[in-house]
């Protein structure tokens, strides 16, 4: 049998339907893996109950070829994901108390940090770049990139800008084949690593694009665009808030938004003159609701 990817899947799978000794020694390992990731067998046998044989052919059952290579699976599994094996939530007077401060100084902090990066002359450089050109290509990849790609467009195109964004690896690629030096790229990428912006973005390079990448320093994004928008991402512990990434990376989405509509100047009004008009006369009369939102 394959050794399977995910050792902890299988380990509560074995939990729930293995033999009366495999569910007992699964039971046992979910509960202290980080024990069993670096106990000898005589010490994991002695623990359960059972004989040393059967920890042999526990692991077996697993898809590994041992104790061994079943505590190499185990070890790796706690690396990447061993804050999600074992955290409580929190009790309900905390969370009345604290989950609106929570995420509200999370994002606060989170934004400052990112503001405090931005080497402003520079992006000043890019939206005047944006403002003059001829297509705007915003590509991402994920939850939070591919989210950050379409907003970009959403803020450009009524600044009166050619601007699309696209979330699926092959058509990035597709559209940065046709890319012309009258193109910009916008990329963004958290980690830096998504392959299909990175591709993209050196595709649309060889075809005289300007590219540009909003993604961490030191990353393969970074090294393959043109320009470096710096955006290092810093979580604070709470695995059970949702990143506070997505608000500071937003920020950025803003902050190039403004900046180009202010290179665009008067061009860009008359544009967002007909959003109002249109939007205003197909729901309630407010004029101080925002643009189209």
Do not use: H
């Not at 994901?81 to 939530?89: F, I, N, R």
């Not at 995420?103 to 402003?120: C, F, K, V, W, Y």
């Not at 591709?199 to 075809?207: D, L, N, T």
């Not at 990353?219 to 059970?240: C, H, K, M, W």
């Amino acid at each position: 049998m394959k050794t399977p990817a995910d050792i902890i899947t299988r380990l509560q799978m074995m939990a729930q339907d293995g033999t009366k000794s495999d569910r007992r020694l699964a039971g046992m390992v979910l509960s202290d893996p980080d024990f069993v990731s670096k106990a000898a067998i005589s010490e994991i046998a002695a623990r359960a109950g059972i004989s040393e044989p059967t920890v042999t052919r526990f692991c077996r059952n697993l898809g590994c070829e041992g104790l061994r290579d079943f505590k190499f699976y185990l070890a790796q599994a706690i690396a990447i994901g061993g804050q999600y094996l074992s955290a409580e939530p929190p009790g309900s007077d905390v969370r009345d108390q604290r989950i609106a401060a929570a995420i509200t100084e999370a994002a606060i902090a989170a934004i400052q940090r990112a503001s405090g990066m931005l080497p402003m002359p520079k992006l000043i450089e890019i939206a005047e770049r944006i403002a003059v050109s001829g297509n705007i290509l915003c590509i991402g990849s994920g939850g939070i990139s591919s989210m950050m790609a379409t907003e970009m467009q959403n803020r450009l195109f009524r600044l009166g800008l050619s601007a699309l964004a696209q979330v699926d690896g092959q058509l990035q690629r597709m559209y940065a084949s046709v890319a012309t030096p009258e193109t910009t790229v916008l990329a963004f990428s958290v980690s830096g690593y998504a392959r299909s912006v990175v591709e993209a973005v050196q595709v649309a390079r060889q075809y005289g694009a300007t590219t540009v990448a909003v993604t961490a320093p030191d990353s393969v994004l970074a090294r393959a665009a043109e320009t470096l928008i710096p955006f290092q991402s810093l979580e604070d512990g709470n695995i059970y808030k949702p990143t506070s990434s997505r608000f500071a990376l937003l920020a950025i989405v803003d902050i190039i938004a403004t900046a180009t509509a202010e290179a665009r100047g008067p061009k860009a009004l008359e544009n967002l003159r007909r959003i109002k008009q249109s939007v205003y006369t197909l729901k309630v009369a407010d004029p101080r609701l925002p643009l189209g939102d």
